[in-house]
């Protein structure tokens, strides 16, 4: 009997060699306990070796699903079918898949299984010329690049490569202008006209470096870089241009910084380019719902898509204004209603007034993309293709005004209302100045003065109107008070009580009865104002 | 978020190791106060390759095969002086049931330096990780996970320590991975299955030696049926000659969990 051993490192074919000893299963254990004894009972036969990490794959694969793989079938077809003797597998389904396609016949059956474990115990004495290391070695290798396998690992999922180039542009961006700004200096010494003629650095840039010294622009031709307005006034510029002159060398020198300053600017769009591919190969969803800058953006300030994915849809809305955002909550003002969102093409279009809505919108249903793309099976972007369509149509119907509302049923015509004119006189509020932790609540003493100064005013301003009602008719005086505070009741600002200000008219003045209420809060404080 | 984030990340972080602490001191009676911390030390505990750290809080430990690396935020130690400096890894019994075993009071832990054992159920490779510091270099852990999301993580912990292979396959099936794995001295269960007895035979029938050990972690999770389910899955072990020696409940550190020791074909 011959029997089917499979390896990491390659198909084992082994001979029983006494048969009679399977006869008795419960001891046949006994026959593995040493490398010698298992010698006895079994002899291998052929051994298969992987020639690599592929075939084993392959091999394994084909193990798992109880299939047999090419190699497996030439090797059986080679040696079993010409000892026409009965195969011992372990996997009673695989045997089944070889007695079909090859017509051998095979067996399955506890005896099998003892001789297995045995053949298991002694599996490094029983395959002479595989070393017990390199057995591991390759067993440890085969199950790294089988779990890989099973993971589905693939390079275009790594999402570093995202952070990394979004921080390189922006370095190369801050480079970029450096030099463009270094070159324009140093060339504006020898012809100072052609920086303020061409505004474009790229085209600075490779003007200088065809013409290079002041006086072969009368030779050059720069018509496939400018227009030929333009080129003429270059053209006489440099006749009459104040610059200095400059030698040989100068120039070189110049040139090198120029072809620099192009180099980088052509890395930069292949930068560019490649960034755009790998967001959309990584990330289709969100690069449809805010394009491919702010979303590699988004991902490089959460540090992967994994991180950017567990943040609630609130925190992506904010995701790049913390500093506002910490410093409204500390001073318990509005927080800052978008951070890096405010660059999506879709908050950009709107108009001011409903760029916070948009921000908000659009924040949540992009988190959605978000999870999408980073614990989602299928790469496609019909899901952002979907919610962008969405979002664009509640854009529309924010813009125009008179049609429905968006919360609530839906049925109601959206209200505008009348255009009033309310000026805003804003102070500036040095609570945000410092992040110190505010100072004690004991009001200084300039600031209890001036509330009272503010008070003792309006009282005045009231007192002489009430003194002037009283003077008119002094026995309507109940009557006159409603109309009073009627006229009261419509200037906002003066709530201050009529009655107790008419009855105390004539004995006390308001500034000393307020301060009998400056014991009460802040707030009541107000609302008196 | 960086600010929000690691404020969060802190605060998860300092969740955990309270819970931690609570529990190994409430391993050793409530309300007991730290002790001043004198000089930490690490004793070798009462099972070959694990120790206990005494510190300002006592803590089970294993010795670090990677020295320099944490494998899930678990707290390192280092102890001694010069050439006799070691690193140890605190061991978690809220989040290992192993540990919890241990701690719980079991006889006789099997898995020793160089051991080879096979770990159904690796998750993450938190409690794997562990197996890998105690089997040693020498020793080798089989570790099963079929879930690709814990089995990321997994293989991640494989590829920093050369003992521990990875198999990412169901436990269910052990002829799937035969290619794959020697035999063993010791076999783990930990699978969150409602048959570990089944699967733990299977593996054993394949892969166990004689004489080997086993130690399969049962959840009897309805109250009613608990002590039949519980039975059961006893009476499946002995029919399969698993013989078990050891049966401990993991409270507090688990609930309705139990952890069957024993030992198979002897």
């Known amino acids: 009997m011959l029997v089917l051993f499979e390896t990491s490192v390659g198909y084992a074919i082994f001979k029983v060699l006494n048969e009679k000893k399977l006869q008795e299963v419960d001891s046949l254990w006994k026959e593995f306990e040493t490398p010698e004894k298992a010698n006895k009972i079994v002899k291998l036969k052929h051994f298969e070796k992987f020639q690599d990490t592929a075939e084993a794959l392959a091999a394994f694969t084909a193990l798992m699903e109880g299939k047999m793989n090419k190699q497996l079938k030439k090797v059986l077809k080679k040696i079993v079918k010409e000892a026409h003797e009965p195969l011992a597998v372990a996997d009673a389904k695989l045997g089944g898949v070889i007695k079909e396609k090859l017509n051998l016949s095979c067996i399955h059956s506890p005896v099998v299984n003892e001789l297995m474990r045995g053949i298991r115990s002694q599996m490094d004495g029983l395959i002479p010329g595989v070393e017990p290391r390199e057995m591991s070695a390759m067993c440890l290798g085969l199950a790294h690049s089988l779990s890989r396998y099973r993971l589905k690992f693939s390079a275009d999922k790594v999402d570093t490569m995202i952070v990394q180039a979004i921080s390189l542009l922006d370095d190369l961006d801050k480079e970029l202008n450096n030099y463009i700004m270094r070159c324009r200096e140093w060339y504006g010494w020898h012809f100072p006209e052609l920086g303020k003629i061409i505004s474009d650095n790229l085209t600075y840039c490779k003007c200088l470096q065809k013409v290079g010294d002041r006086r072969n622009y009368a030779s050059a031709t720069l018509s496939e870089l400018l ?58 969803n969100v690069t449809v719902m805010v394009g491919e800058l702010v979303g590699a953006r988004l991902i490089a300030h959460a540090g992967s898509l994994l991180n950017l994915a567990k943040h609630a849809a609130s925190t992506v809305q904010i995701l790049g204004a913390e500093k506002a955002l910490f410093r409204a909550l500390k001073s318990r003002r509005d927080t800052p209603k978008y951070g890096l969102i405010y660059h999506a093409s879709l908050v950009g279009q709107t108009s001011p007034k409903n760029k916070g809505k948009i921000s908000r919108m659009l924040a949540a249903k992009t988190a959605l993309a978000i999870r999408y793309d980073a614990f989602g099976e299928d790469s496609s972007s019909a899901m952002g293709v979907e919610n962008r369509a969405k979002l664009e149509a509640r854009l529309r119907s924010l813009e125009d005004r008179g049609i429905r509302k968006i919360s609530g049923s839906g049925k109601a015509l959206a209200r505008a209302e009348k255009y009033e004119h309310k000026s805003e006189v804003k102070t500036y509020d040095p609570s945000g100045d410092s992040t110190l932790p505010t100072c004690s609540k004991k009001r200084k003493i300039e600031e209890v003065d001036k509330e009272d100064e503010v008070i003792e005013k309006k009282a005045k301003k009231s007192k002489i109107k009430v003194k002037a009602e009283e003077e008119e008719e002094n026995v309507l005086i109940v009557e006159e008070e409603t109309p009073v505070k009627k006229k009261k009741k419509k200037d906002k600002k003066k709530h201050i009580k009529e009655e107790p200000l008419s009855e105390e008219e004539p004995c006390t003045s308001t500034a000393i009865s307020t301060p009998e209420k400056k014991k009460k809060k802040k707030k009541k404080r107000d609302t008196e104002d | 978020m960086k600010p929000a984030a690691g404020a969060r990340g802190g605060g998860g972080g300092g969740r955990a190791r309270g819970r931690g602490a609570r529990g190994r001191g409430a391993g050793r009676g409530r309300g007991r106060r730290r002790r001043a911390v004198a000089a930490a030390s690490v004793e070798p505990h009462r099972h070959e390759g694990v120790f206990v750290y005494r510190g300002a809080e006592d803590a089970l430990a294993t010795r670090n095969l990677v020295p320099g690396q944490s494998v899930y935020g678990e707290r390192r130690v280092t102890v001694g002086e010069g050439g006799a400096r070691r690193e140890y890894r605190t061991w978690d019994p809220f989040r290992s049931k192993l540990a919890a075993a241990i701690l719980g009071g079991a006889e006789r832990l099997h898995i020793r330096p160089r051991a080879r054992v096979l770990y159904l159920g690796a998750a993450s490779g938190a409690t794997v990780s562990h197996v890998s510091d105690i089997v040693g270099p020498q020793g080798l852990v089989y570790a099963v996970e079929p879930s690709p999301r814990a089995g990321r993580e997994l293989v991640g912990v494989a590829r920093r320590r050369p003992n521990i292979v990875p198999v990412l396959e169901d436990a269910r099936h052990p002829l799937r991975y035969r290619m794959l794995v020697g035999m063993v001295d010791v076999l783990v269960a930990d699978v969150a299955q409602p048959d570990p007895a089944r699967i733990a035979a299977l593996n054993a029938h394949a892969f166990l030696r004689r004489g080997g050990h086993f130690l399969v972690s049962i959840r009897a999770s309805a109250a009613a ?9 006893l009476r499946l072990l002995r029919r399969e000659d698993l013989r078990p020696q050891e049966q401990l409940t993991l409270e507090p550190y688990e609930r309705h969990h139990a952890v069957v020791l024993g030992v198979y074909r002897a």
Do not use: F, W
């Open chain 1, 227 to 284: 227009p030929e307005e333009v080129e003429a006034e270059v053209k006489a510029a440099a006749e009459i241009s104040m610059g200095t002159e400059v030698s040989e060398e100068d120039i070189c020198n110049i040139l090198h910084l120029c072809t620099q300053v192009i180099e980088i600017s052509e890395y930069r769009t292949q930068l560019y380019e490649y960034l755009q591919n790998r967001m959309m190969a990584i990330a289709p």
């Open chain 2, 225 to 233: 049926g608990a002590a039949a389910a519980l039975a059961a899955e």
